[in-house]
C-alpha cells in the first residue's frame, strides 16, 4: 500500500492568513492526488483533484500543486469557513489511501 | 442535487453483523463505482472498499483490513448501495460514509452514520 504523510499534524491561524499543507507519498505517485477537507461532525469534500485541479465550486483562494512524491495544498487569504482539518488522499491505485490529516485551528 | 444517505447504522454487540444502506438520488448511480469508507472516533479516514459499475466488470475490491468479514454489493435499480458487516469487532466502532465519484476520486459523500460495537 502507498503511504501518505502530512505536515503539519496541526496548525494555529487567523484569518487573512496563508497556509500551506504538505502531503508526501511513499512512491511516485504522478499527480494522482486528491485533497479533502473535513468539519467536525461532517462528511469530507473534495477540494482538488489530481494535484492541481479544482473541484467545481470550491473559491479559488484553495490551490494544489507538486508532482512525484512531493505535493502542497496553499489556502490563502483564510477565511473563517476554511477552519477544518484536511486530508490528502492518493488516487493512483487500489488502495486509496490518505494522510493522517493537517487540522487547521484559530491562533 | 446529488443526495447520498446512510442509514442502518447503531449499537450492535461483538460477533454480531449489520447492514448498512446508502441511498442515492440525482446522478446516474448505475454509471458510478459506490465505495464505502470508516472513520474511528478521532482518528482520520479509511477506505473499507468500492464496488465497481458493470461496466468496469461490476466486481468488489476491500481493504485487508475488513475482507472476508465485509460485503459491498448495490442495487442499480434502487440506486442504492450496501455494506455487509459481519463478525463485528469492537475496533469496526466507527462513523461509516458511503461515497461516489470516479475511480479513487470520491466527489460526493453521504453524511455518515454511526456504528458502535460493544457488549
Known amino acids: 500500500d502507498i503511504e501518505m504523510t502530512q505536515s503539519p499534524s496541526s496548525l494555529s491561524t487567523s484569518v487573512g492568513d496563508r497556509v500551506t499543507i504538505t502531503c508526501r507519498s511513499s512512491?511516485?505517485?504522478?499527480?494522482?492526488l486528491n485533497w479533502y477537507q473535513q468539519k467536525p461532525g461532517k462528511a469530507p469534500k473534495l477540494l482538488i483533484y489530481v494535484a492541481s485541479n479544482l473541484q467545481s465550486g470550491v473559491p479559488s483562494r484553495f490551490s494544489g500543486g507538486g508532482s512525484g512524491t512531493d505535493f502542497t495544498l496553499t489556502i490563502s487569504n483564510l477565511q473563517a469557513e476554511d477552519f477544518a482539518t484536511y486530508y490528502c488522499?492518493?488516487?493512483?491505485?487500489?488502495?486509496?489511501?490518505f494522510g493522517g490529516g493537517t487540522k487547521v485551528d484559530i491562533k | 442535487e446529488v443526495q447520498l444517505v446512510e442509514s442502518g447504522g447503531g449499537l450492535v454487540q461483538p460477533g454480531r453483523s449489520l447492514r448498512l444502506s446508502c441511498i442515492t438520488s440525482?446522478?446516474?448511480?448505475?454509471?458510478?463505482?459506490m465505495s464505502w469508507f470508516r472513520q474511528a472516533p478521532g482518528k482520520g479516514l479509511e477506505w473499507i472498499g468500492f464496488f465497481r459499475s458493470k461496466a468496469y466488470g461490476g466486481t468488489a475490491e476491500y481493504a485487508a483490513s475488513v475482507k472476508g468479514r465485509f460485503t459491498i454489493s448495490r442495487d442499480d435499480s434502487k440506486s442504492i448501495a450496501y455494506l455487509e458487516m459481519n463478525s463485528l469487532k469492537t475496533e469496526d466502532t466507527a462513523v461509516y460514509f458511503c461515497?461516489?465519484?470516479?475511480?479513487?476520486?470520491?466527489?460526493?459523500w453521504g453524511p455518515g452514520t454511526l456504528v458502535t460495537v460493544s457488549s
Open positions: 440525482g446522478f446516474t448511480f448505475s454509471d458510478h463505482p
Open positions: 512512491q511516485n505517485i504522478n499527480t494522482y
Open positions: 488522499q492518493q488516487c493512483y491505485s487500489t488502495p486509496p489511501t
Open positions: 461515497a461516489s465519484g470516479t475511480f479513487l476520486t470520491f466527489d460526493y
